[in-house]
């Protein structure tokens, strides 16, 4: 997914750290949830 948004343009990288959508991301990154990524993917996940 971070290579999508990197293409994209949403996530960029600079001397001070990493951005999202113009929002400087903590130096630890972020984490999304399954269904997070699903959504991003437009995916459907099982809840089984």
């Known amino acids: 997914i971070a290579v ?3 293409l994209e343009g949403r ?3 600079n001397a ?3 951005t999202m959508d113009g929002h400087p991301l903590p130096p630890y990154g972020m984490r ?3 269904a997070d990524a ?3 993917l ?3 996940i099982d809840d089984a």
Request: aromatic share 16%.
């Open 4 to 6: 999508q948004w990197f």
């Open 42 to 44: 437009d995916e459907e």
């Open 32 to 34: 999304l949830s399954h």
């Open 11 to 13: 996530l960029q990288y």
């Open 16 to 18: 001070e750290g990493a």
């Open 38 to 40: 699903a959504e991003e």
